[in-house]
């Protein structure tokens, strides 16, 4: 069982930055995948960043690339994620999510389904 707390969310001007962080709990948070989805209002939970067990490979959604930064701290039990440059239309609900399964960057690190646990989320607002 893993526990997944998000914190770090907020209101923000376009152009500005957030740093998420998603705390774990647990001894076995370095065997988990870690993934970054957000869900706007009226549309599914898309994602946005994955990051493997050790942190040795990550990925991202095309509409983040270059602009965010996943990244993990295992002796902290903590991912997190850097956004930069933010725009309008990273409104959403960001939940951090934990997969026991993933041993790489593959097809899968992208699905919603394919992950066990689950944050809360947390509110990420970008005005313009």
């Known amino acids: 069982q893993v526990q997944l707390v998000e914190s770090g969310g907020g209101l923000v001007q376009a152009g500005g930055s957030l740093r998420l962080s998603c705390a774990a709990s647990g001894r076995t948070f370095s065997r988990y995948a870690m993934g970054w989805f957000r869900q706007a209002p009226g549309k599914e939970r898309e994602f946005v960043a994955g990051i493997t067990r050790s942190g040795d490979s990550t990925t991202y959604a095309d509409s983040v690339k270059g602009r965010f930064t996943i990244s993990r701290d295992n002796a902290k039990n903590t991912v997190y994620l850097q956004m930069n440059s933010l725009k309008p239309e990273d409104t959403a609900v960001f939940y951090c999510?934990?997969?026991?399964?993933?041993?790489?960057?593959?097809?899968?690190?992208?699905?919603?389904?394919?992950?066990?646990?689950w944050g809360q989320g947390t509110q990420v607002t970008v005005s313009s």
């Open positions: 999510a934990a997969d026991f399964g993933l041993s790489g960057i593959t097809k899968a690190t992208m699905r919603v389904y394919e992950y066990d646990y």
